[in-house]
């Protein structure tokens, strides 16, 4: 009898470790930001589906997938790609850029960021200062014409920071972005947007002044939205871990104890 509840005690210590130290790997993966990096990389035809849908009406730079790089379940879920950008411009060339797709819970996505992955050198170059920040009338409506049919924020511009003269013009303003959720804060961004010889503007890029605390990954949309059905993370998972060293730690007591019976 004596030895069966040893071996007992012995399996439940044993089971109970297995089980903290799992719930601790679990609280450090998604403590990280939330971002699950894609076993899989390959743009399969329901990926390009999405990617396609949410570039869907806009103009001005054509974007093509190149790989699939993370998810994140929010309030609705998050989509990480890679991808070639390449300017409607006279001997453009592509670039590679982070896209990020919000998608809802009705189905329906949007791009919430566009980042840069390498800049050209001489690119810094050819931007002029602006003389006058102030957002004129005219720069707002180009402004406001870029982010037409553009859902899942609000942008409003703050500043006019830089132009740059290619085949049309580059524009580069400060803008305040305000995500379409309960409670959002404003977050400042720089935003890029080019305006062809025929009037037509679209967003090229938006990168991140501040770190945006209501979205992750940088900068995610839909962050302070409740979650369903998340694994506990931050304090929560330290006080499930807690909970499960103190059993542990009294499983070890009941064992000692047993072994010093055994011994009287």
Same mark, same amino acid.
Request: hydrophobic share 40%; proline share 4%; charged share 25%.
């Given at each position: ?114 980042? $840069? ?101 940088? $900068? ?7 979650? $369903? ?32 019976? $055994?011994?009287?």
């Amino acid at each position: 009898m004596k030895k069966t509840s040893k071996s007992m005690l012995v399996l439940m210590i044993m089971l109970i470790s297995l089980f903290a130290f799992s719930s601790v790997a679990l609280a450090d993966e998604n403590t990280s930001g939330g971002w699950v990096e894609a076993e899989d990389k390959t743009i399969t035809d329901e990926r390009q589906a999405l990617f396609e849908k949410a570039f869907s009406g806009m103009t001005g730079a054509t974007y093509e997938a190149v790989s699939y790089e993370a998810s994140q379940i929010v309030a609705g879920k998050n989509h990480k790609f890679t991808a070639y950008r390449t300017l409607v411009v006279p001997d453009a060339e592509a670039e590679l850029v982070e896209v990020i797709i919000y998608e809802d819970l009705e189905g329906n996505v949007t791009v919430s960021s566009i980042n $840069e992955m390498k800049k050209e050198d001489d690119i810094s170059g050819a931007w002029v200062d602006a003389e006058d920040p102030t957002v004129t009338d005219e720069l707002k409506a180009i402004f406001d014409l870029a982010f037409t049919g553009m859902t899942g924020a609000t942008y409003e511009p703050v500043s006019f920071d830089a132009y740059q003269i290619v085949a049309g013009k580059n524009y580069l303003f400060s803008a305040y972005r305000t995500y379409v959720t309960p409670g959002a804060e404003k977050h400042l961004v720089k935003v890029y947007i080019y305006a062809d010889l025929e009037g037509n503007a679209t967003v090229t890029d938006i990168v991140d002044v501040e770190p945006a605390t209501d979205d992750p990954a940088e $900068e995610d949309p839909k962050n302070d939205q409740p979650k $369903e059905d998340t694994p506990p993370t931050g304090d929560s998972a330290n006080l499930v871990i807690l909970a499960i060293l103190a059993l542990a730690g009294a499983a070890v007591v009941a064992l000692i104890a047993i072994r010093r019976r $055994e011994r009287l």
